[in-house]
């Protein structure tokens, strides 16, 4: 039989270590597992263990199995003695104790060789603005709360200290959750705040780029521990906008995409669009209706219900979320809530959002 290597939480990872070290270390602790017991002690069946590292270049790959990933494979070996004597039994006992704690630091060391490979990918798409590898290709291992912590690291790295624009919610809809196989919405960083939002967006750039209307939400006071409930989410918000958000989603093998490789490239961030915020008590974000049309074209039709089936609890979960992830919110930040409707795949022309007593706002995207 085979077994793959998966790992728990990634902040088990040595963070500034590079694939080459983690590699080392892992051979370093598979060495010391097998040689530190005389295993001619065991009786019964041993099973031998071999290891093969598949090397490979920096060039995408195709599964964890077929990666740098660690390969195992065991094979019954039947010994029989007649008899053997007990101290030497507690010996082999003890000894295959360190084993198996060795053996679980090897195999965190072998997830963290994934771990650093997927955002060392991530980050060199951004900074050549070539499309993202899928993260569960490169490693099918990958659940998605280590999605959230290389998100939540590559992020970090990003902002070089600076504070995020705000934070987003995704997939908020069931029929976009089933479309990327996610059983729960997504959240991301917004690393640039709207008023750098080119006024002409350019596909040659942008190759991924989709539009969605949606509401966005101001915080007055900074949040630093979950909230509890709406009411209490109420009380930290001073304005409510219409808005646009305009994501990238360009990936490498767009028809494989799913939600954890969506979550830990930042959900796809890349510009949104505000109007003009008003306080709480003068809009409802769960009545508000809005169209999206482009070139005089309607594309798409949405309720502020769409997101969720409520704003405010669309809104609460993004919060907590982001707090687990080990964000604070502070003022003045923005949260948008999810796409209300369809998101559209962007085409040169003119976009123009209609909120309808919420205002307008238009976006120009060029090729």
């Known amino acids: 039989m085979s077994v793959v290597a998966s790992?728990?939480?990634?902040?088990?990872?040595?963070?500034?270590a590079s694939d080459s070290d983690i590699i080392n270390a892992a051979r370093i602790s598979f060495v010391f597992m097998w040689s530190s017991t005389p295993v001619s002690l065991i009786t019964g069946e041993l099973i031998t263990m071999y290891i093969t590292l598949k090397a490979k270049d920096s060039s995408s790959v195709n599964s964890a199995i077929d990666s740098s990933?660690?390969?195992?494979?065991?094979?019954?070996?039947?010994?029989?003695?007649?008899?053997?004597?007990?101290?030497?039994?507690?010996?082999?006992?003890?000894?295959?104790?360190?084993?198996?704690?060795?053996?679980?630091?090897?195999?965190?060391?072998?997830?963290?060789?994934?771990?650093?490979?997927?955002?060392r990918s991530i980050?060199?798409?951004?900074?050549?603005?070539?499309?993202?590898?899928?993260?569960?290709?490169?490693?099918?291992?990958?659940?998605?709360?280590?999605?959230?912590?290389?998100?939540?690291?590559?992020?970090?790295?990003?902002?070089?200290?600076?504070?995020?624009?705000?934070?987003?919610?995704?997939?908020?809809?069931?029929?976009?959750r089933a479309r990327?196989?996610?059983?729960?919405?997504?959240?991301?960083?917004?690393?640039?705040?709207?008023?750098?939002?080119?006024?002409?967006?350019?596909?040659?750039?942008l190759k991924g780029l989709y539009i969605e209307v949606e509401v966005a939400m101001r915080l007055r006071t900074p949040v630093r521990t979950r909230l509890a409930s709406i009411d209490e989410l109420k009380s930290h918000i001073d304005g409510i906008a219409p808005a646009i958000e305009l994501p990238n989603l360009d990936y490498q093998d767009a028809q494989k995409l799913n939600a954890l490789d969506i979550v830990a490239s930042n959900v796809a961030a890349a510009y949104f669009i505000v109007g003009s915020f008003a306080p709480v008590e003068e809009r409802d974000p769960n009545a508000v209706s809005a169209t999206l049309e482009c070139d005089g074209k309607e594309l798409n039709v949405g309720q502020g219900h769409d997101a969720m089936g409520d704003q405010w609890a669309a809104a609460l979960w993004l919060v907590n979320t982001m707090l687990d992830q080990g964000w604070t919110l502070e003022s003045g930040q923005i949260l948008l809530t999810g796409a209300l409707g369809k998101m559209i795949r962007a085409q040169p022309g003119r976009c123009l959002a209609d909120f309808g007593?919420?205002?307008?706002?238009?976006?120009?995207?060029s090729q």
């Open 7 to 16: 790992a728990g939480a990634s902040s088990f990872c040595p963070q500034a």
């Open 69 to 119: 990933a660690f390969q195992f494979r065991l094979k019954p070996v039947m010994k029989s003695s007649d008899r053997i004597d007990r101290r030497f039994i507690s010996r082999a006992i003890i000894a295959q104790s360190s084993k198996i704690a060795l053996f679980t630091v090897y195999l965190g060391l072998v997830a963290c060789a994934h771990t650093s490979h997927i955002e």
């Open 123 to 176: 980050e060199n798409a951004w900074q050549t603005n070539s499309s993202i590898p899928l993260a569960h290709v490169v490693d099918e291992t990958l659940t998605i709360e280590r999605a959230y912590e290389i998100q939540t690291r590559i992020v970090r790295r990003a902002l070089r200290d600076a504070k995020p624009a705000g934070f987003k919610a995704g997939l908020t809809s069931a029929p976009s």
């Open 180 to 205: 990327f196989g996610a059983t729960n919405p997504v959240a991301g960083v917004l690393l640039k705040p709207a008023h750098l939002t080119p006024s002409k967006l350019d596909l040659n750039v």
């Open 357 to 365: 007593d919420w205002g307008r706002l238009n976006v120009q995207v």
